[in-house]
């Protein structure tokens, strides 16, 4: 039997009204732009993890010209979602969307060009263990780049942040750059970068709360009720300040696998 999903319906269809079709995360195209800057996938085998409702997988191959790209998730529901979603288009020969459980991922070796996730590591309490993974997963010179929520700290949560975390209700495992950083050259990666992106989304997500609470309101209830609605503007509401104090601080990460592509 599945667990209940964190992420029903009516939620997906809030989040990708705020950020568009296929993205359950701030940005969307352009944050996924900003995050592969520099990176070739042409022509290359992608993971996405954490894949949601498959409209970043998709992307990367209809816009970067990935020849292959696998999304996973824990999710079935969303999972559906994508799978319908490639469906329409004409990448099912390039995409492929896989259900997973939490642990060792199940792919071979140096199976991978590129390991790519967009603010879903934070759901996985064991980076130095997903770290050392995705290094398994990766060829030699491939690169690992992906985005996720932190705290600038390590320990309790302060009283904003928990009241943000308690509104929020999903299952998160934050943990600070520091403590990323450390499992990413634990796992051996090497080039290791984290770029802090807390004033860009301390900015965004006040204007997603005066557009939510305003021009967006009626369609939302429209789209998925008042109650989801309310629900909704309740966590924006917490998620503001605690990001105004710096406390959750999302971030770019990315790290190489040493050596020497094929």
Not at 204 to 225: F, H, T
Request: with cysteine; hydrophobic share 40%.
């Amino acid at each position: 039997m599945e667990n209940e999903a964190e992420y029903p319906d009516e939620f997906i269809s809030f989040l990708e009204l705020i950020w568009g079709e296929g993205y359950l995360s701030p940005g969307g195209p352009a944050e996924i732009s900003r995050i592969l800057d520099g990176l070739d996938l042409k022509d290359k085998k992608v993971l996405d993890i954490g894949c949601g409702t498959g409209g970043i997988t998709l992307s990367l191959a209809a816009k970067y010209g990935a020849a292959k790209v696998v999304g996973i998730d824990i999710e079935r529901s969303v999972l559906d979602i994508a799978h319908r979603r490639a469906s329409a288009t004409e990448m099912t020969a390039r995409v492929e969307f896989v259900k997973v459980v939490p642990g060792s991922l199940p792919f071979g070796e140096g199976e991978f060009d590129l390991v790519f996730s967009k603010d879903a590591i934070i759901h996985i309490p064991d980076k130095k263990a997903l770290f050392a993974d995705i290094m398994r997963l990766l060829k030699p010179g491939s690169w690992f780049a992906a985005s996720d929520w932190m705290s600038n700290h390590d320990g309790k949560p302060s009283p904003i942040m928990q009241r943000y975390l308690r509104a929020e209700g999903l299952n998160f495992s934050l943990g600070s750059p520091e403590r990323y950083h450390e499992a990413l050259a634990l796992a051996g990666f090497t080039d290791i970068t984290l770029c802090n992106r807390n004033k860009w989304y301390c900015e965004v997500a006040r204007q997603e709360l005066a557009d939510i609470e305003g021009p967006l309101y009626e369609k939302a209830v429209a789209a998925v009720g008042k109650q989801e609605s309310d629900r909704n503007i309740r966590i924006w509401r917490t998620l503001v300040p605690a990001l105004e104090t710096g406390e959750l601080c999302p971030h770019h990460i990315h790290g190489r696998k040493p050596g020497k592509p094929a």
